[in-house]
């Protein structure tokens, strides 16, 4: 996922302002209108007219909230103390506002008591201007309910947003990372194989010089047309890792022989692009390039337990020099090659705990890896 397309599930999945400002005094309508309604039944026509008032009072505090968003809005980076003060501040003078309006409007449908009768005196004797003030502590706090509704909401998206931030830089540094251990293998690869390359053009066998270079080239191509952070099915990987091994088969010939043992089952599996090649390039390296001939690499891939085992074999000559463990495999990479650490480390970028890593002495001679992976199916 990039991040315009995070941004965008964000931005997606927060309501309009206008949308939540129109349903929130809706449910302010309503709710006084049941609570009227239940609280004076015996009133013949008062439960259905009450709904007139509360309707022209929902209007007039949405629209006497609505340019708040704007003052809000540029609150955002100031102190504390002056958010606060601001926020009381513009809330009291709502509601002075807001308060008699109500009022008259409630004098209006059941008392049919204007403005204009208020001015020329025509009320009730009992009448005091302060009435139209009644209930003002109460529109205060109605204002703030929605201010901070207003502020909570904003900020818990805000927090949703930073959080998408912040998985995206984790995410885009793991990719880095990804990238950075996958073509670590192709120059230590390519390295090897250009000094062999090397090695026949100056014996004069140009034919194989240029059957291996032609190779090189297709072993390369489909190493840069993988996406490093992508995985691979089992099987392309296996096309892969036999590219390779052609190259490599023509170095060594007869002194180096393959065998694969793969369940059907598992080829269809995902597994990080040139996963095994580095795996087998080491145990040329250090077991059939230290033999003279009969040299034998077994790999086999099988499924137990919803698990991808993947095994890497060689009947090269034992050597006190193999690292038993992960730890001692990154103190010592330099006996274990560059290859095997580089396994190691991408499989912990890509897995974390969820896999298991070991190389071992085989119990006559060699040297056996097993990768333990979830067994993940393509999409």
Same mark, same amino acid.
């Given at each position: 996922?990039?991040?315009?397309?995070?941004?965008?599930?964000?931005?997606?999945?927060?309501? !309009?302002?206008?949308?939540?400002?129109?349903?929130?005094?809706?449910?302010?309508?309503?709710?006084?209108?049941?609570?009227?309604?239940?609280?004076?039944?015996?009133? =013949?026509?008062?439960?259905?007219?009450? $709904?007139?008032?509360?309707?022209? !009072?929902?209007?007039?505090?949405?629209?006497?909230?609505?340019?708040?968003?704007?003052?809000?809005?540029?609150? /955002?980076?100031?102190?504390?103390?002056?958010?606060?003060? +601001?926020? @009381?501040? +513009?809330?009291?003078?709502? #509601?002075?506002?807001?308060? &008699? @309006?109500?009022?008259?409007?409630?004098?209006?449908?059941?008392?049919?008591?204007?403005?204009? *009768?208020?001015?020329?005196?025509?009320? &009730?004797?009992?009448?005091?201007?302060?009435?139209?003030?009644?209930?003002?502590?109460?529109?205060?706090?109605?204002?703030? %309910?929605?201010?901070?509704?207003?502020?909570?909401?904003?900020?818990?998206?805000?927090?949703?947003?930073?959080?998408?931030?912040? $998985?995206?830089?984790?995410?885009?540094?793991? +990719?880095?990372?990804?990238?950075?251990?996958?073509?670590?293998?192709?120059?230590?690869?390519?390295?090897?194989? $250009?000094?062999?390359?090397?090695?026949?053009?100056?014996?004069?066998?140009?034919?194989? #010089?240029?059957?291996?270079?032609?190779?090189? #080239?297709?072993?390369?191509?489909?190493? $840069?047309?993988?996406?490093?952070?992508?995985?691979?099915?089992?099987?392309?990987?296996?096309?892969?890792?036999?590219?390779?091994?052609?190259?490599?088969?023509?170095?060594?010939?007869?002194?180096?022989? %393959?065998?694969?043992?793969?369940?059907? #089952? =598992?080829?269809?599996?995902? %597994?990080?692009?040139?996963?095994l090649q580095p795996l087998v390039e080491n145990a040329i390296k250090f077991a059939i390039a230290q033999m003279e001939t009969?040299?034998?690499?077994?790999? /086999? =891939?099988?499924?137990?337990?919803?698990?991808?085992?993947?095994?890497?074999?060689?009947?090269? &000559?034992?050597? *006190?020099?193999? &690292?038993?463990s992960k730890e001692q495999l990154r103190k010592e990479s330099q006996q274990g090659g560059v290859g095997l650490k580089n396994? +190691?480390?991408?499989?912990? %970028?890509?897995?974390?705990?969820?896999?298991?890593?070991? @190389?071992?002495?085989?119990?006559?001679?060699?040297?056996?890896?097993?990768?333990?992976?979830?067994?993940?199916?393509?999409?």
């Amino acid at each position: 996922m990039s991040f315009r397309q995070a941004f965008g599930e964000v931005g997606e999945t927060k309501p !309009s302002f206008w949308k939540l400002h129109l349903l929130g005094w809706s449910f302010y309508v309503l709710i006084f209108t049941i609570e009227y309604a239940a609280f004076n039944s015996s009133a =013949a026509n008062a439960n259905y007219l009450i $709904l007139f008032p509360l309707l022209f !009072s929902g209007l007039v505090g949405g629209l006497l909230t609505w340019p708040l968003r704007y003052i809000y809005g540029h609150l /955002s980076k100031g102190a504390p103390l002056q958010v606060l003060i +601001v926020i @009381i501040t +513009v809330c009291m003078l709502i #509601a002075a506002i807001w308060t &008699p @309006i109500k009022n008259l409007l409630l004098m209006y449908f059941f008392d049919n008591i204007t403005v204009y *009768d208020l001015y020329r005196g025509n009320h &009730p004797n009992d009448f005091h201007i302060g009435e139209l003030f009644l209930t003002i502590t109460y529109s205060f706090f109605m204002i703030m %309910v929605w201010s901070c509704l207003y502020f909570g909401i904003n900020y818990h998206f805000k927090l949703l947003y930073e959080k998408q931030l912040h $998985l995206e830089a984790i995410r885009l540094s793991h +990719v880095a990372q990804i990238k950075m251990l996958r073509y670590q293998i192709n120059p230590h690869f390519l390295f090897n194989t $250009l000094n062999a390359i090397s090695t026949l053009v100056l014996r004069g066998d140009k034919t194989t #010089a240029n059957g291996m270079l032609a190779r090189l #080239a297709t072993f390369l191509r489909f190493s $840069l047309d993988n996406d490093p952070e992508q995985k691979i099915r089992l099987n392309d990987e296996i096309k892969a890792l036999m590219l390779y091994l052609d190259i490599e088969k023509t170095r060594f010939a007869e002194r180096l022989n %393959v065998k694969f043992n793969i369940d059907v #089952a =598992a080829e269809n599996l995902l %597994v990080p692009g040139l996963l095994l090649q580095p795996l087998v390039e080491n145990a040329i390296k250090f077991a059939i390039a230290q033999m003279e001939t009969g040299g034998v690499i077994e790999v /086999s =891939a099988k499924i137990h337990n919803n698990l991808l085992h993947l095994t890497v074999a060689d009947n090269g &000559p034992n050597s *006190d020099s193999i &690292p038993s463990s992960k730890e001692q495999l990154r103190k010592e990479s330099q006996q274990g090659g560059v290859g095997l650490k580089n396994v +190691v480390e991408r499989l912990q %970028v890509l897995y974390a705990e969820n896999h298991q890593f070991s @190389i071992h002495k085989s119990t006559l001679t060699g040297c056996v890896v097993n990768i333990v992976l979830p067994a993940e199916l393509p999409a």
